[in-house]
C-alpha cells in the first residue's frame, strides 16, 4: 500500500497552524498513524487510529480521516514542532510509510 | 517505561552479512512485537520485519530472501541478521516495539550501519 504525503516540505512561522495530508493507494479505514521525526533522532508515536493522540503528545496535534485521505493538524505551531511527519498504514502488511514532511521556520 | 537500544558494528563489507541486537529493557517482552526499521540517508522509514516473544515472525518480502530476526528471551533481547549487504543496505537502523496493531510506540535510538570496503 502506498502513502503519499503532500507537501513534501513545508515552511510555516512559530504560532501559524499547518496540515499535512497523507494519501492512500487504496482504502485502509482508519488504521494510520503519525510520527514525529527530528534530526538525528528517532521517530515519534504522536497519533494513531487516524485520530487517537497518544499519551503524552500535546493536543496542539490532531489527527482525522478514513478510507484513503488523512490529515494531521498541528495548530499553533511551536519551536520544538519543526521536524519531520511520516504517515504509516497498518491495514496491510508490510506496513509502509508516507515519504515525509519536512516542516522548517519561515 | 520501556527502553531499546540498539547495538552492533557501524561498518559492514559489501557481501557481508550485518548482524544487529536490541536489548529491551523496563517492560516484559511479552504482549508485544519487536520490529526493525531501517532509515537509508534523507529517505523514508521502511519496515524489515518483526518478531513475537513466542519467535513467529513476519518480513518484508522485499527483504525477506535475505534477513533473519531472532529472539532470546532470558535476555530480552531480539536480533537482526542481513545476508549479502550491498550499499543500498546503508542507514540508520532502528529496533522498535510494535504494540501488536503495527503502530510502533517505542522506539530505540537508532544505529548507522555503512555498507562499505
Known amino acids: 500500500i502506498q502513502l503519499t504525503q503532500s507537501p513534501s516540505s513545508l515552511s510555516a512561522s512559530v504560532g501559524d497552524r499547518v496540515t499535512i495530508t497523507c494519501r492512500a493507494s487504496q482504502d485502509i479505514k482508519k488504521f494510520l498513524a503519525w510520527y514525529q521525526q527530528r534530526p538525528g533522532k528517532a521517530p515519534k508515536l504522536l497519533i494513531s487510529s487516524a485520530s487517537t493522540l497518544q499519551s503524552g503528545v500535546s493536543s496542539r496535534f490532531s489527527g482525522s480521516g478514513s478510507g484513503t485521505d488523512f490529515t494531521l493538524t498541528i495548530g499553533s505551531l511551536q519551536p520544538e514542532d519543526f521536524a519531520t511527519y511520516y504517515c504509516?498504514?497498518?491495514?496491510?502488511?508490510?506496513?509502509?510509510f508516507g515519504q515525509g514532511t519536512k516542516l522548517d521556520i519561515k | 517505561q520501556v527502553q531499546l537500544q540498539e547495538s552492533g558494528p557501524g561498518l559492514v563489507k559489501p557481501s557481508e552479512t550485518l548482524s544487529l541486537t536490541c536489548t529491551v529493557s523496563?517492560?516484559?517482552?511479552?504482549?508485544?512485537?519487536w520490529s526493525w526499521i531501517r532509515q537509508p540517508p534523507g529517505k523514508a522509514l521502511e519496515l524489515i520485519g518483526y518478531?513475537?516473544?513466542?519467535?513467529?515472525?513476519n518480513y518484508n518480502p522485499s527483504l525477506k530472501s535475505r534477513v533473519t530476526i531472532s529472539v532470546d528471551t532470558s535476555n530480552s533481547q531480539f536480533s537482526l541478521t542481513v545476508k549479502s549487504v550491498v550499499a543500498a543496505d546503508t542507514g540508520m537502523y532502528f529496533c522498535?516495539?510494535?504494540?501488536?496493531?503495527?503502530?510502533?510506540?517505542?522506539w530505540g535510538q537508532g544505529l548507522l550501519v555503512t555498507v562499505s570496503s
Open positions: 518478531i513475537s516473544y513466542s519467535g513467529r515472525t
Open positions: 504509516q498504514q497498518v491495514n496491510g502488511f508490510p506496513y509502509t
Open positions: 523496563g517492560d516484559s517482552m511479552r504482549t508485544y512485537y
Open positions: 522498535a516495539r510494535d504494540d501488536t496493531v503495527g503502530y510502533f510506540d517505542s
